[in-house]
């Protein structure tokens, strides 16, 4: 953690101060839909090849602040690099994703500390790189899997729709699959501290899978494993940034999450009314988020109005604009060009 408050506007927010316009960035703006990074890409190799080699990791992560002058960079790498440390092998394939092979036990996985920094290394020499040449003006994200969207790939070997064989391996073998997400939480635990001392000033947890649970799982799966996780970082980085993202939640699971977990910032994806999240945690919380991605791809009007709306939305409470879940593949630079400028024409100060 280099940077100070006083030089970045996103930093500013996690002081609870209202900015305007609001600080944006968006979650997987490094990308696929950037002409640049199929460039990289192609030298590459693979997708693999670029999250752990250092400079074009940190390539990467830079080509969308030049491109687009956002408020953060985000370290260009991936959830599942803690399966991978733990011994699962992990393989990306074009046009169907991420690809496990599905764990046996847990009694099969890693759990020495020391061979997990050796191997994560490279991510923190990428990030080491970006804010060397990052200004001082951006702030810089790490981020992790939670515990339940990483236990739900290593089970299932790929993202499914509802997560149904994790979910019945933690009913029938609850107490191997405790285990499991007490070894990923201190995984990811330490996997964000180190990137906070390589340099992030912010890290953001992804559920990806939180949401269709029922609420005690909910509650066992998702909020205690994130609650175990800020609670070890914060004994490391006391006033360490750590933004939660329980995708498609409830709006009873995410009050709960807040709430336990003692985030700093909640990310809400496209269904949750963003209405309802600034009266409810504005204040007290930053709220993130939540411009559908399809909108961002339509452009036009359509996106001006959905832009329009959300600030409108927002103005009253510290706030980072982002979309409700990742940037689409198809979507249009230009449109993205289109959503910094509109958010930047909005009139205020910082209050």
Known sequence: MTNSDSNSRLLSVFQRKSVAPPPIWLMRQAGRYLPEYQQVREKAGSFWTM?????????????????????????????LVIPHVLGQNVRFEDRLGPVLEPMADISSLNHDTLYWRKKLQPIYEALEM?????????????????????????????????????????????????????????????HLIWQLEAGADVVQI???WAGGLPQAAFDDWVIAPTKHITKKVRQAYPDARIIGFPRQATQLGLEKYVLETKIDAISIDTATSLKWAVEKFGGDTVVQGNLDPVALIAGGEILNQAIDNILEASASTAFIFNLGHGILPSTPADNVAQLVARIREHKGAIS
């Open 51 to 79: 999250c752990m080699t250092p400079h074009l990791s940190a390539e990467v992560t830079l080509q969308p602040i030049r491109r687009f002058d956002f408020d953060a960079a985000i370290i260009f790498s991936d959830i």
């Open 130 to 190: 970006v804010r060397s040449e990052l200004p001082q003006s951006k702030a810089l994200i790490g981020f992790a899997g939670a515990p339940w969207t990483l236990a739900a790939y290593m089970v299932e070997g790929r993202g499914t729709k509802d997560q149904s064989s994790a979910r019945l391996r933690a009913y029938r073998r609850g107490e191997e699959f405790a285990e499991l997400l007490e070894l990923l939480s201190d995984a990811v635990a330490a």
């Open 206 to 208: 992804f559920d990806s």
